[in-house]
């Protein structure tokens, strides 16, 4: 997937909301940062110039984006990439923890909730991970 080079943002110049209304980020005098007319919420430059991240939000982690001269493009953050890693490690403790217990228990009716448990702990990180990539896409 293609991704435009990053431009240097002008503190003194009004770009388009990026958080997909009808509004314009102003700037607000004497600060590194913007105010949308439209939705009111408050952007900060970054140090390099180059990216403005949203302030007020009610979303677990920063929301980022990259100016290319024409639009806004959100900056990738770490939250995807670590869920996938995070995710892998608890089916592999459920493997290596659960498994030796499963192989001692006699068959019988009691193998079946422990089989239902460990399928509903093994989909949950499953259902982070997609949750995250669909989130941040």
């Known amino acids: 997937m293609y ?16 958080c997909r209304r009808p509004g314009r980020l102003k700037p607000i005098a004497l600060t590194d ?7 009111q919420q ?8 180059t990216s403005i991240e949203q302030l007020s939000t009610h979303y677990p982690y920063k929301q980022v984006w990259r100016w290319t001269g024409t639009h806004w493009i959100r900056a990738r953050s770490g ?12 089916v592999l403790v459920l493997a290596i923890i659960w498994l030796p217990l499963a192989l001692r228990l006699p068959v019988g009716a009691n193998t079946i909730p422990w089989i239902i448990l460990v399928v509903l702990l093994a989909i949950l990180p499953a259902f982070l991970v997609w949750l995250a990539y669909r989130r941040d896409s």
Do not use: H, M, W
């Not at 943002?9 to 009004?14: F, G, L, P, T």
């Not at 940062?33 to 939705?39: E, L, P, Q, S, T």
């Not at 939250?79 to 608890?90: H, Q, R």
């Open 42 to 49: 408050i952007f900060v430059v970054d140090e390099n110039g």
């Open 79 to 90: 939250l995807k990439e670590t869920y996938l890693p995070l995710a892998l490690g608890v």
């Open 3 to 18: 991704s435009p080079k990053a431009q240097k943002i002008e503190i003194d110049r009004e770009y388009p909301c990026p």
């Open 33 to 39: 940062a913007f105010g949308c007319d439209r939705c």
